[in-house]
Structure formats: C-alpha cells, structure tokens
C-alpha cells in the first residue's frame, strides 16, 4: 500500500508565497502520478492544483497557472508546491494525492489522499 504525509501551508498575506511537500511511502513503485488538489469550501469537490506523472507529464488547474509550480524528487518519493503570488480566493483545505495503478501483479488501483492542510490569505 501507499501512504503519503503532507507538510507545509499555513497563513500568508496576498501576493505572499507558501510551500507544500508531499512524501509517500510503501509500495511507491505503484504511484504513476502525484499531485495537489483543494477543496475551496466545505461540501465541493476538491479541484485539481497541479499533477505531475512518473513520465514527467504537468498539469495544472486553470487558476494557477503561471503562479504556482509542482515539483518533484524522485527519489525521495517526494513531490512540492510552490505557491506564488497567493490571491484570497486560493485560501482552501490542499489535499496531496498520489495515483496508484495496477502496474505490476502487487499493484492495486488506488487514489491515496492526505490528511489536508489548510492555507489562508489574507488581504
């Protein structure tokens, strides 16, 4: 199995930059992607932030592109946000989330989420 432990977040003012890591354990060699999402309020659905494949592939949700960037190392296992340019409307609960596919007989398809952060900006 996976698990991940996300670190990081916080309160910052607007136009302030954040950070966020995310490093998953156990059965790593089944991740095929790891990312971000947020959940702007309670009830909606979390929304893609930023995703990057094992092949290297980035994706990132509408609202922050060009502000924010995800990185990985992966051979820690471990992948960043770095959050730039911070606006009111990102304050949200970020949820890392490491994808897991049957890529091998061990392999079991899996979405593995972290227990949250909160980030706040302030105007």
């Known amino acids: 199995q996976v698990q991940v432990v996300q670190s990081g977040g916080g309160l910052v003012q607007a136009g302030g930059s954040l950070s966020l890591s995310c490093k998953a354990s156990?059965?790593?060699?089944?991740?095929?992607?790891m990312g971000w999402y947020r959940r702007l309020a309670p009830g909606k659905e979390r929304e893609l932030v930023a995703r990057i494949t094992t092949d290297g592939r980035i994706s990132y949700g509408d609202s922050v592109k060009g502000r924010f960037t995800i990185g990985r190392d992966a051979a820690a296992n471990t992948v960043y946000l770095q959050m730039n340019s911070l606006r009111p409307e990102d304050a949200a609960v970020y949820y890392c989330?490491?994808?897991?596919?049957?890529?091998?007989?061990?392999?079991?398809?899996?979405?593995?989420w972290g227990q949250g952060t909160q980030v706040t900006v302030s105007t």
């Open positions: 156990g059965t790593t060699f089944c991740i095929t992607a």
């Open positions: 989330n490491a994808g897991v596919g049957a890529i091998q007989p061990m392999c079991i398809r899996d979405d593995v």
